[in-house]
């Protein structure tokens, strides 16, 4: 066979071998071309994995991050802010059904008295920051025994409460946990595989007495992180992961970012001079002479705003670095550093909406809904047992005893202009009077509803004691005449 008929007889059947390679299937993993490399070992696509995140960040680490970068400080300080920033207001309900306002006064003013808004304010920033914090409750039982601390605090014996205390999870260890070996926590069984008692392993002035010493958890309110698997609280001793775990790469990102933009600024343009010889001059060992001539040019450009050179043999130019691009750029870093913080870009750096008619008023009420989300599945919980201890207290505010009807609501973050709140309470009342006018409610339940509180509401109640008081007492209605026969509705038309 000759030489170009077997070069030929193998071409055909490499291109062959490809076509039947080169068929498109279908796998379990998606689509795949063996010729093309698509869905395959060779696919760089196929290399792309998630990176393996490390089970805690040390304490060290977060603590530079909070100090050192005014951005990660914000995202964990500005959520915590924003949800105690206007904090609450409370209600008691006498046995009469009036408003108790002089209880509700003294029990806020206990809780300005143990900063219970500055406290809360720190726990769920470190608890963002660090991965959990708790809030030592120094209750005074009447014991003064440091030991009575591992047993759960009794509400009936609390004479008062003393003093709040922030610690996050790295000042303190989890001592023990709830276990189904021990009888008295089976009367726990909700709690089982829970912490049941904490040291604190502080070294700060004034916890030396409550270091080494088991305490137990119901002294304790307990704040956690962001949402972590517990696999991984596992491998964290029990505690969740910090907020900068997610985001500590693109915190650097956009940080390196913003300092490479300063420094084009600090090159936007760079002056060039040319000058005939200049390579020669240096070397020969005149590079002095060359210097000596930049400077005085120099001198003359800062001083006397003119750059003197040889009209035949020197040059003087200013080239400027295109930063063309270099806006949107930032832009899009700053929406996704807003996407990862879980702020809006509005919130997070503080800028003016973009776009035609943009006023910022929706990102707001999404940040608020938010804020208000959190409130209640982060806040209320603890908020709600810190006010319950406060009235247990025998020398609290309530003289230890719990009113059976009592309430708080958090205060509105969204404020609305003096104008605003007159046109809101116009269209209440107007929508009060319909209601009135057509008897679904008594002007006593509007009355009571809008002005019987410590501030004015928009929620209607409706008083159902009174309503049946009165219907108790409205005499039978007097009977209808039988009618002969029947009534034409078109009679005289």
């Not at 189904?180 to 909700?190: F, G, K, R, V, Y």
């Not at 200049?278 to 005149?286: I, P, R």
């Not at 806040?379 to 406060?390: A, F, M, Q, S």
Request: charged share 25%; aromatic share 8%.
């Amino acid at each position: 066979m000759a030489l170009r008929d077997r070069i030929d007889s193998v071409g055909q059947r490499i291109k062959a071998a490809a076509k039947a390679r080169a068929v498109v299937f279908v796998r379990d993993s998606g689509w795949s071309n063996v010729t093309s490399g698509h869905g395959t070992s060779r696919d760089r696509r196929m290399q792309t994995q998630i990176k393996p995140v490390n089970a805690t960040m040390s304490y060290g680490e977060i603590d530079d991050l909070y100090a050192g970068d005014d951005l990660a400080a914000k995202i964990v300080d500005k959520p915590a802010e924003d949800m105690v920033r206007k904090w609450i207001s409370l209600s008691v309900t006498s046995d009469d059904g009036e408003s108790d306002t002089d209880t509700s006064d003294a029990i806020l003013q206990d809780l300005n008295r143990l900063d219970a808004m500055g406290m809360m304010r720190k726990a769920l920033t470190w608890a963002r920051a660090y991965g959990g914090a708790l809030v030592f409750i120094g209750a005074d039982e009447g014991g003064g025994d440091a030991s009575d601390l591992s047993q759960p605090l009794d509400m009936g014996r609390v004479r008062e409460i003393k003093y709040l205390e922030v610690y996050d999870r790295f000042e303190v260890d989890i001592n023990s946990y709830y276990t189904a070996e021990d009888p008295e926590d089976l009367q726990d069984i909700e709690k089982l595989g829970r912490p049941k008692t904490y040291t604190i392993n502080t070294a700060e002035a004034g916890t030396a007495a409550l270091a080494t010493i088991p305490i137990h958890e119901t002294r304790f309110l307990r704040f956690d992180g962001p949402l972590t698997a517990r696999r991984r609280r596992n491998r964290q001793n029990g505690w969740n992961d910090s907020v900068y775990t997610r985001i500590s790469q693109l915190l650097a990102d956009f940080g390196i970012s913003w300092a490479s933009a300063s420094f084009l600024l600090s090159d936007f343009s760079q002056a060039v001079f040319k000058m005939k010889g200049l390579g020669e001059a240096v070397s020969t060992d005149q590079g002095d002479l060359v210097l000596a001539r930049m400077e005085i040019m120099d001198m003359c450009r800062s001083t006397v705003r003119t750059v003197p050179i040889d009209a035949e043999d020197e040059d003087y130019q200013r080239h400027q670095t295109p930063i063309t691009g270099l806006p949107e750029l930032l832009e899009i870093f700053m929406f996704r550093m807003s996407s990862a913080a879980r702020i809006p870009a509005t919130v997070l750096f503080g800028r003016s909406p973009a776009g035609m008619s943009a006023t910022g008023e929706s990102d707001l009420s999404i940040w608020y809904d938010q804020v208000g989300s959190m409130q209640e599945t982060d806040l209320r919980p603890k908020l709600t047992h810190l006010i319950e201890l406060v009235m247990s207290a025998a020398q609290g505010p309530t003289s230890g005893s719990i009113p059976e009807s009592w309430e708080y609501a958090f205060n509105p973050l969204w404020q609305m202009s003096e104008k605003e709140t007159a046109e809101a309470h116009k269209t209440q009342a107007e929508t009060d009077q319909i209601y009135i006018e057509n008897q679904v409610v008594t002007p006593d339940e509007i009355a009571k509803s809008r002005y019987g509180g410590e501030i004015y509401s928009y929620e209607t109640h409706i008083d159902s004691e009174a309503r049946e008081a009165a219907v108790a007492q409205d005499p039978e209605p007097p009977d209808v005449p039988p009618v002969d026969k029947p009534i034409d509705p078109f009679n005289g038309l």
